[in-house]
């Protein structure tokens, strides 16, 4: 069985292909990649998928309603459904500085929930 996958790790964007083979070092075979980078990211992907995720939060006391956040690494993918539901149930209160960690360590992670902007108090 092969797998198609274009590499996110720079914009170069290769399209590797990725074969399960029990004779290579790590079991798969990876072909398209133009470094290194790429076949850890395809073994990565098929061992142990992760993600940034980039959302907002509700917030109380600014001019807006909800504050832009991401993590602050990448989060296993598995775990990104009930994370939002954390992130989703979870209020902070202006002022926020950028940087901020507002959900540390999530559903046991160590993985930060952090403000990407300022917000000041109204
Ligand atoms: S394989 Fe290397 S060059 Fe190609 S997209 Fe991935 S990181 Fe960039």
Do not use: W
């Not at 993985?111 to 902007?117: L, S, Y």
């Amino acid at each position: 069985m092969t797998k198609d996958l274009v590499c996110i790790v720079c914009p170069v964007g290769c399209r590797l292909t990725i074969e399960k083979d029990d004779t290579a070092e790590n079991g798969y075979r990876i072909t398209g990649n133009t470094c290194k980078r790429g076949i850890n990211y395809a073994i990565e992907e098929m061992t142990h998928p992760t993600r940034m995720v980039p959302t907002t939060v509700k917030i109380e006391q600014a001019f807006l309603k909800r504050l832009p956040v991401r993590t602050d690494r990448p989060i296993d993918k598995k775990l990104i459904f009930e994370a939002m539901k954390v992130i989703n149930d979870f209020t902070c209160i202006a002022p926020i500085k950028m940087g901020d960690v507002l959900i540390e360590n999530i559903l046991g992670t160590e993985v930060n929930i952090i403000a990407t902007r300022s917000m000041d108090k109204v």
